[in-house]
């Protein structure tokens, strides 16, 4: 399946930057701590929605980040099934998708989850359950998706 992707906060950065659709622009949400910053470009799919009412989350791997407001053509290859705890207590579902930009080269034949070495999935899982303590909230992955399976989310 293909999407368009809206990078907010790019690879390399330590700014959490939210697109805020009243105002039409991106606003600057938090600072990760020194040392934590975003493994590849990190965003939103526009037009969807999830469980926390916010569009649905992608990372997007490719070999270079872009910036905030980037629109990026990709292929989704699956997605990290999630729950997340917040500070109130609250559980909620809050999947990850990943996505391949079609231009990509280094990640030109990555079609699916397994195709990509098992030390970059850890790496992701591990950067999202960091992310979200320093949030003061809880972060599982309950299930890796496939393609098919993350396509069918998107389209609910």
């Known amino acids: 399946m293909n999407i368009t992707a809206m990078v ?31 493994p590849f470009d ?34 989704i290859i699956g997605a990290f099934q999630v729950e997340q705890t917040e500070r109130d207590g609250q559980t909620m579902r809050n999947d990850r998708f990943i996505g391949v930009p079609g231009v990509a080269q280094l990640f030109s034949e990555v079609q ?10 850890n790496q992701l ?3 999202f359950r960091n992310y979200n303590e320093q949030a003061g909230k809880q972060f599982k992955v309950t299930g890796r998706l496939s393609a098919k399976a993350a396509a069918a989310l998107i389209k609910k």
């Open 42 to 75: 990190f965003g939103m799919i526009p037009g969807t929605k999830g469980e926390d009412g916010d569009p649905l989350d992608i990372m997007v791997l490719s070999e270079s980040g872009t910036f905030p407001g980037c629109l990026i053509d990709c292929r």
């Open 112 to 121: 699916t989850l397994g195709d990509l070495p098992e030390a970059i999935l």
């Open 125 to 127: 899982e591990a950067f």
């Open 8 to 38: 907010e906060s790019p690879k390399g950065f330590n700014q959490k930057f939210d697109y805020d659709p009243k105002e039409n622009r991106f606003r600057l949400s938090k600072i990760l701590p020194a040392g934590l910053v975003f």
